[in-house]
T-cell receptor, first 114, second 112 residues
Framework: DGGITQSPKYLFRKEGQNVTLSCEQN?????MYWYRQDPGQGLRLIYYSQIVNDFQKGDIAEGYSVSREKKESFPLTVTSAQKNPTAFYLCASSLGTGGRETQYFGPGTRLLVL | AQRVTQPEKLLSVFKGAPVELKCNYS??????LFWYVQYSRQRLQLLLR??SRESIKGFTADLNKGETSFHLKKPFAQEEDSAMYYC??????????????FGRGTSLIVHP
């Protein structure tokens, strides 16, 4: 497998706590994405980054923050402002941002609220 | 704004039966369409792209611009095809940025 990794596999958050999900890729891809996957909702885009030091909000960015200081890394922070954080989070990357680019996905992180 | 609709949450068939997973899209330009698959305890991965016009694991999908559809088909379903399938649309870049859109997914169950 390899290529794009996410950690941890499971993460528990207490009320009022910020937590950070890790996403790393060694595919030399420029673009990276964070999705939230809920049953019956499909994949919803939280944030995406087309290049280092740049990122854009997706459809459901409220309560989340990201950074892209290195090409290989795109961590996602779930802040205390996110009132319903329990979900499966998927990170993805693609070589570029043209319309024909395939996305490669990580194994996911399941976030649970205590 | 673009939209991808997968009308069936669940599709249940018997082994050897034909299967068709529906995908309709709404987009003003010329889209790039994909099918991704997520098998149990595996990561989401590309199944096929419309631009490739290929058959993967016996699955094919034809882009019908008139009906704005990209249905996924297989003539004879196998038990190992049981998975969650997502249709996705990539718009062509405009102004240097784009946002991919996924459908809500269809769970395919193939019974022995």
């Amino acid at each position: 497998d390899g290529g794009i990794t996410q950690s941890p596999k499971y993460l528990f958050r207490k009320e009022g706590q910020n937590v950070t999900l890790s996403c790393e890729q060694n595919l030399n891809h420029d673009a990276m994405y964070w999705y939230r996957q809920d049953p019956g909702q499909g994949l919803r885009l939280i944030y995406y980054s087309q290049i280092v030091n740049d990122f854009q909000k997706g459809d459901i960015a409220e309560g989340y923050s990201v950074s892209r200081e290195k090409k290989e890394s795109f961590p996602l922070t779930v802040t205390s402002a996110q009132k319903n954080p329990t979900a499966f989070y998927l990170c993805a990357s693609s070589l570029g941002t043209g319309g024909r680019e395939t996305q490669y996905f990580g194994p996911g992180t399941r976030l649970l609220v205590l | 704004a673009q939209r991808v609709t997968q009308p069936e949450k669940l599709l249940s068939v018997f082994k050897g039966a034909p299967v068709e997973l529906k995908c309709n899209y709404s987009y003003s330009g010329s889209p790039e369409l994909f099918w991704y698959v997520q098998y149990s305890r595996q990561r989401l991965q590309l199944l096929l792209r419309h631009i490739s016009r290929e058959s993967i694991k016996g699955f094919t999908a034809d882009l019908n611009k008139g009906e704005t559809s990209f249905h996924l088909k297989k003539p004879f379903a196998q038990e190992e095809d049981s998975a969650m399938y997502y249709c996705a649309l990539n718009p062509h870049a405009s102004g240097g940025s784009y946002i991919p859109t996924f459908g809500r997914g269809t769970s395919l169950i193939v019974h022995p």
